[in-house]
């Protein structure tokens, strides 16, 4: 099996191409708030202390759509790799 989009039909290839679309144009929408929402979260790192990451999980479970869950998990995760 092939996963070159050339080889799949055009009914495929376009709904492929509309999802990419759709999750693009959701990610420049949402970038900004998924930032601050991350922001938020990692600031209790220091109250939370051991705790943190299994509230952190919670908090980010909690949200949605998924996509929007990914955002803030992404950057969560980058501000944590950022001050380490």
């Known amino acids: ?6 080889n799949r039909p055009a009914d ?3 709904a492929q191409e509309d999802e990419k679309s759709r999750l693009f144009e959701f990610w420049q929408q949402n970038l900004e708030r998924a930032k601050v929402e991350a922001g938020k ?5 220091s109250k939370r202390k051991g705790r943190w990451g299994d509230w952190v999980k919670d908090e980010i479970d909690a949200l949605s759509p998924p996509e929007y869950q990914a955002l803030v998990q ?3 995760n980058r501000l944590v790799a950022a001050d380490k």
């Open 74 to 76: 992404r950057e969560v």
């Open 41 to 45: 979260l990692f600031g209790e790192r």
């Open 12 to 14: 495929e290839r376009q």
């Open 1 to 6: 099996m092939s996963w070159n989009l050339a």
